[in-house]
């Protein structure tokens, strides 16, 4: 599967930052942009990319963006994940995780053999 863009928005409108997140954009700077900010946006970017790329060669874990945050959440702690509404729930053992990527995405992301796919709920095949 092909890898999504990074994506940075720049607009005058704040009203549209939240439905820019729900389309799983890395940040959403609103004009006039300051270049302490802009700064801040490119250097997440590039930190999101190389966690991405250290990610896609790992099997033992995958970095899931929550609330503004990338979360480092390990393979063997799921136990499994579900797609509700507009957004992804990933369960383990000691936490719920939120997040707007869907359910297709992260299936994609998960190594074959250890998760089923049941509906709209994968789960850990190790549990």
Do not use: W
């Amino acid at each position: 599967m092909e890898t999504p863009p990074v994506t940075i928005i720049t607009s005058a409108n704040p009203q549209y930052a939240l439905e820019g997140f729900e389309l799983d954009v890395l940040d959403y700077l609103v004009k006039p942009i300051s270049g302490e900010r802009l700064t801040k946006a490119v250097s997440k970017a590039k930190e999101y990319i190389e966690l991405r790329k250290n990610s896609s060669t790992s099997t033992t874990y995958l970095f899931l963006k929550c609330e503004k945050v990338i979360e480092k959440i390990m393979l063997e702690d799921i136990l499994y994940i579900e797609s509700l509404h507009n957004y992804v729930a990933l369960h383990t053992k000691m936490k719920r995780y939120v997040t707007y990527n869907s359910l297709k995405k992260l299936e994609a992301e998960l190594p074959e053999g250890k998760f089923v796919k049941i509906q709209k709920i994968i789960y850990s095949s190790d549990q």
